[in-house]
């Protein structure tokens, strides 16, 4: 069974850095785009980042461009998410997950982990 597992979130002050860590099992993840989302409270599930199966491509929604990078380490079968220069903004629950395609819509995407919180204070 596939399963993905984040970690790394917790409570930083603005301007600060977190560092998020999914680790998937099966043998599925070196051949899977990998993204991160994350929900707001009482919001959609939004599109932040994601990454090709070989790492050579990535791709950042608009408003973390320049503060958050995306990575991966097939041999660990990990992605990860840098986040520097956090805003109060970036506060919500963020969850990893994988796809075969490309895409910044959450409906290309067949597994999920339980989600990690990351809260930014001002």
């Known amino acids: 069974q596939v399963q993905l597992v984040e970690s790394g979130g917790g409570l930083v002050q603005a301007g600060g850095s977190l560092r998020l860590s999914c680790v998937a099992s099966g043998p599925f993840f070196a051949y899977s785009t990998m993204g991160w989302f994350r929900q707001a409270p009482g919001k959609e599930r939004d599109f932040v980042a994601h990454?090709?199966?070989?790492?050579?491509?990535?791709s950042y929604t608009d408003s973390v461009k320049g503060r958050f990078t995306i990575s991966r380490d097939n041999a660990k079968n990990t992605v990860y998410l840098q986040m520097n220069s956090l805003k109060p903004e970036d506060t919500a629950d963020y969850f990893c997950?994988?796809?075969?395609?490309?895409?910044?819509?959450?409906?290309?995407?067949?597994?999920w982990g339980q989600g990690t919180q990351v809260t930014v204070s001002s």
């Open positions: 997950a994988a796809g075969i395609y490309l895409s910044s819509d959450s409906k290309m995407y067949h597994y």
């Open positions: 990454i090709a199966s070989s790492g050579g491509s990535t």
